[in-house]
């Protein structure tokens, strides 16, 4: 591999023109014969016995020029990259200036990490919730446990909201049974919302014998030969249950957990709902930081580095999602969601995952830092605590430059938290406003936000990124090949007819 030119462009690009010898590219060639020859079919030859001058001479002399361009073109521009200091951010650019027997030359367009200048990034004054633990923090706490210990039990009285009325029912359309409408012995929480409205509130104020014919009529959302249709339940109420919650005490603590008092137990659910915010506020006060670090700093982030890394992060989620048994498209179509938002949001967290990067890239470059081998072997002692395995194997498992590049980021990111302020949040002033209200005059409610999953996945490529490209096998069946950028040709290939 020899570079024959190198010239930088603007917005972050270089290119490189780039020569593999004949004899690194007749050797790609033979490594692609080799792989192909079992699907190529040549008269008077079994499978995968044709010899490859015998398959040249039948099917062209440049038959395996281009899959061995691809073959070959990813270490040769790794190699290029490292020989010209490139630090490569995105899929490159491939276009074929000449290839045959002497050999291939091709120009490559980079995409290469962007100059950064930082601004102020010591002496930062940030927000920091005050961790506070109230009553009702104590409650939600408790909630799960109070739920373990509950009991349901029948009782002989009219059915409550919040009581479990046993029922039997079955549902008529003019007068008809209809399919799905019949149950018996449903356990059915009076207020879940769990059956069709209307049905629920009906049940309220039966006892246990009652019978009742239920008056409903289907939403019109609902299933096609019953939506906004008019039917009648007939119900019968053969018990009602009550969920009979424990008396909080010490009996209850027991019961529940390893403590032997109350009070010993919400202590601990306190220490560990503290410990837990705690984290979150950390968490948010870094956040906060770096978001006014990446703010200060100047930089054009290129388009390409913001797509590479968008497109690793929906791969990482994917593949996640693929591990549970799901497809990507079944996930997103279940939480709400299409496609191309999913996307766009993928670009949103990676251009944030970019600029602190960036960030603190530069920091690690202005305060000179450095990672011993001492705080990697003890970096590596802890993986072995935390995962239970042998030093060895996870000295073998772990790769050390993305552990050594992790290292010297928390570095960086030390230098800003240890020269930070925490300032106390602001309270927000009291604003009249006028509530809003319906038709009915009654209070609107603000609507929820929906939630949506972020694409996760943060992974430092250990290779410098290559492009994908897809090709088809011999019988037409798609194969994925080694990753491959967009190409062109300036020159004919030199082919045998």
């Given at each position: 591999m020899t570079v024959k030119s190198m010239e930088k462009l603007e917005n972050s690009k270089v290119t490189l023109e780039i020569e593999v010898d004949a004899a690194a590219f007749d050797a790609a060639i033979n490594k692609i014969y080799h792989k192909q020859k079992g699907r190529i079919s040549v008269p008077g030859f079994r499978i995968g016995k044709a010899p490859r001058k015998i398959i040249e001479n039948r099917y062209g002399s440049g038959v395996f020029y281009e899959d061995a361009v691809e073959e070959l073109y990813p270490e040769a521009l790794d190699a290029a990259a490292k020989e010209k200091e490139l630090d490569v951010v995105a899929y490159p650019e491939i276009e074929i200036i000449s290839m045959g027997k002497d050999g291939v030359v091709f120009k490559a367009t980079l995409t290469v990490k962007p100059e950064v200048t930082l601004g102020e990034y010591k002496g930062l004054t940030v927000e920091k919730a005050e961790i506070v633990v109230t009553d009702e923090d104590m409650e939600q706490e408790l909630a799960p446990l109070v739920r373990q210990a509950s009991r349901i039990v029948e009782v002989e009285r009219a059915a409550v909201n919040g009581d479990t009325a046993v029922i039997d029912f079955e549902g008529f359309?003019?007068?008809?049974?209809f399919d799905g409408g019949k149950g018996e012995s449903h356990n059915l929480e009076l207020g879940s919302g769990s059956f069709v409205p209307g049905f629920e509130e009906q049940i309220v104020g039966l006892k246990a014998g009652d019978e009742k014919d239920i008056d409903i009529t289907f939403p019109e959302n609902?299933?096609?030969?019953?939506?906004g249709k008019a039917v009648v339940f007939k119900v019968i109420v053969q018990a009602v249950k009550e969920n009979q919650k424990p008396k909080l005490d010490d009996e209850f603590a027991q019961d529940v957990s390893e403590f032997s008092t109350l009070n010993e137990l919400k202590k601990d659910l306190a220490a560990k709902l503290t410990e837990r915010r705690e984290t979150e506020s950390q968490k948010a006060f870094d956040e906060a930081l770096m978001a006014q670090v990446t703010s200060n700093m100047t930089v054009a982030v290129p388009d390409e580095m913001v797509a590479y890394e968008a497109d690793k992060l929906v791969r990482n989620f994917a593949q996640q999602i693929q591990q549970q048994?799901?497809?990507l498209e079944d996930y997103l179509g279940m939480m709400g969601m299409d496609i191309s938002f999913f996307q766009e949001d993928a670009k949103r967290t990676a251009l944030r995952r970019i600029q602190n990067d960036l960030a603190l890239g530069a920091i690690i470059a202005a305060e000179k830092i450095e990672v011993s081998e001492a705080e990697i072997d003890a970096e590596l002692a802890v993986l072995a605590e935390q995962y239970k395995m042998e030093l060895d194997a996870i000295k073998a498992a772990v790769p050390l430059e993305e552990l050594k590049t992790d290292l010297s980021y928390r570095k960086a990111l030390a230098v800003v938290k240890d020269s930070a302020v925490a300032g106390k949040p602001k309270k927000a002033a009291a604003k009249k406003t006028a509530?809003?209200?319906?038709?009915?005059?009654e209070e609107k409610k603000p609507a929820a936000k929906k939630a949506t999953k972020k694409a996760e996945g943060e992974e430092k490529p250990?290779?410098?990124?290559?492009?994908?490209?897809?090709?088809?096998?011999?019988?037409?069946?798609?194969?994925?090949?080694?990753p491959?950028?967009?190409?062109?040709?300036k020159k004919k290939e030199e082919t045998a007819d």
């Open positions: 359309l003019e007068g008809v049974p609902y299933a096609p030969e019953l939506a048994g799901m497809k509530k809003k209200t319906d038709a009915a005059g250990a290779k410098k990124p290559v492009a994908k490209k897809t090709t088809k096998k011999a019988d037409g069946e798609a194969e994925e090949k080694k491959v950028a967009k190409k062109t040709s």
